[in-house]
């Protein structure tokens, strides 16, 4: 059974940085991406951030140079690291778990981000 947990959540201000983890167990695909997704109230679901299998990684415009994703050498966990924090950065961040080879994919339950002074 695959399970995907995020933390490392919380109030931070502006300027200030954070790291989130994401930790996967019961991984079955060979070939994976883990995304980090944000929602904010009223908005839709926008991916932040992807790391692959190979350890590729790719950013969206809004986080590039601000955020890093990395994933431990076991490969069951990834970071988020956020630096440089701006009050548009809170939301909701939600870990997902997917293949390109398959319909199937997982989330985490999500961890509260808030920027605020």
């Known amino acids: 059974q695959v399970q995907v947990v995020e933390s490392g959540g919380g109030l931070v201000q502006p300027g200030g940085s954070l790291r989130l983890s994401c930790t996967v167990s019961?991984?079955?695909?060979d070939i994976w991406y883990i995304e980090w997704h944000r929602q904010a109230p009223g908005n839709r679901r926008d991916?932040?951030?992807?790391?692959?299998?190979?350890?590729?990684?790719h950013y969206a415009d809004s986080v590039q140079g601000r955020f890093t994703i990395t994933s431990s050498n076991d490969k069951t966990t990834a970071y988020l690291q956020m630096n440089s924090l701006k009050p548009e950065d809170t939301a909701i961040y939600y870990c997902n778990l997917n293949s390109p080879y398959s319909s199937l994919n997982y989330w985490g339950q999500g961890t509260q981000v808030t920027v605020s002074s």
């Open positions: 991916m932040v951030a992807s790391i692959t299998n190979a350890g590729s990684t």
């Open positions: 019961g991984n079955h695909f």
